[in-house]
Nanobody, 119 residues
Framework: VQLVESGGGLVQPGGSLRLSCAGS????????IGWFRQAPGKQRELVAG???????KYAEFVKGRFTISRDNAKNTVYLQMNSLKPEDTALYYC??????????????WGQGTQVTVSS
């Protein structure tokens, strides 16, 4: 049972990347999914989240630039990142949480995928 991220890489400022988070060994249908990031010397922060019902939430610093979506048929959640800035450079992590009556019953972290925005 694991989350597998992919899609990171090096991109120029203003460019785009799409990150993928695939569930392996379990279905993501019943999980809320969050994308987090951590830059060197900084705390991990929430970038975007999506509930199992499809409701989304974004950090202010990515609103209008990033879009989170899920494809349950592919057991995958995506983070489309447009208009990337150098300050978006970080290790991006996927997090899945199964919440029942307000309690996290199961949760998993992915291994992270590096995003570097530089000219």
């Amino acid at each position: 049972v694991q989350l597998v991220e992919s899609g990171g890489g090096l991109v120029q400022p203003g460019g785009s990347l799409r990150l993928s988070c695939a569930g392996s060994g379990f279905t993501l249908d019943y999980y809320a999914i969050g994308w987090f990031r951590q830059a060197p010397g900084k705390q991990r922060e929430l970038v975007a989240g999506i509930t199992n019902g499809g409701s989304t939430k974004y950090a202010e610093f990515v609103k209008g630039r990033f879009t989170i979506s899920r494809d349950n048929a592919k057991n995958t959640v995506y983070l489309q990142m447009n208009s990337l800035k150098p300050e978006d450079t970080a290790l991006y992590y996927c997090y899945a949480a199964q919440v029942v009556a307000g309690i996290v019953e199961n949760d998993y972290w992915g291994q992270g995928t590096q995003v570097t925005v530089s000219s």
